[in-house]
């Protein structure tokens, strides 16, 4: 599996747009990127899922460029709700993928 | 709404005492894994459960079992636990096809368990 660096942490304010990037320097061909969100004393929460170019849903979207080493999930006006810890999984979605978690970014959302 | 649950949240149990954590789901999917997440740290996978293949990942010490006695129910089984095994442990399902792979996962709120 591709090994995954992001930021420890990241501090924002309420009404930001937050991007938090993700190095995946040795993604293969058959990799997906999946982020996951996690408050404390709950599981992770699926946000997104992408493969190339951009991927937007209702609360996120995801922005990968055309080498695929790195993504970007943006998150558009965070609250203070939006704290919690983000985690960048790229994994190969015919035999095994998103099972490995990185050290995740720990986001703080601000008054 | 369908969903992974996770019974009990909360465990405490006895240093060398066997505990069984459990976990059931409403999606049918035919994925389950199991974690380990310690506090501040990022969650470890154990073991997953392909329909009933079993798949242990190399490093989960022996002390650790899991039974899936079908789609629904998946156990996590602790023989003899040591102090260091107090954690958070989390229950996951997927769906998978082998002609697409796996699907992102659906987790439950875990069991958080306590050695005493």
């Known amino acids: 599996l591709a090994k995954t660096t992001q930021p420890i942490s990241m501090d924002s304010y309420e009404g930001q747009e937050v991007n938090i990037t993700c190095s995946h320097n040795?993604?293969?061909?058959?990799?997906?990127i999946t982020w996951y969100q996690q408050f404390p004393s709950q599981g992770p929460r699926f946000i997104i899922q992408g493969y190339k170019t951009k991927v937007t849903n209702e609360v996120a979207s995801l922005f990968i460029p055309a080498d695929r080493k790195s993504s970007t999930l943006s998150l558009p006006r965070v609250s203070l709700s939006d704290t919690a810890v983000y985690y960048c999984?790229?994994?190969?979605?015919?035999?095994?993928?998103?099972?490995?978690f990185g050290a995740g970014t720990r986001l703080t959302v601000k008054p | 709404d369908a969903m992974v649950i996770q019974n009990p949240r909360y465990q405490v149990t006895q240093f060398g005492k066997p505990v069984t954590l459990s976990c059931s789901q409403t999606l049918n999917h035919n994925v389950m894994y199991w974690y380990q997440q310690k506090s501040s740290q990022a969650p470890k996978l154990l073991f997953h459960y392909y329909d009933k293949d079993f798949n242990n990942e190399a490093d989960t010490p022996d002390n650790f079992q899991s039974r899936r006695p079908n789609t629904s129910f998946c156990f996590l089984d602790i023989r003899s636990p040591g102090l260091g095994d107090a954690a958070m442990y989390l229950c996951?399902?997927?769906?998978?096809?082998?002609?697409?792979?796996?699907?992102?996962?659906?987790f439950g709120d875990g069991t958080r368990l306590s050695i005493l």
């Open positions: 040795n993604i293969a061909t058959n990799d997906y």
């Open positions: 996951a399902t997927s769906r998978a096809y082998r002609e697409v792979g796996y699907q992102p996962q659906h």
């Open positions: 999984l790229v994994g190969d979605m015919v035999y095994n993928n998103d099972m490995r």
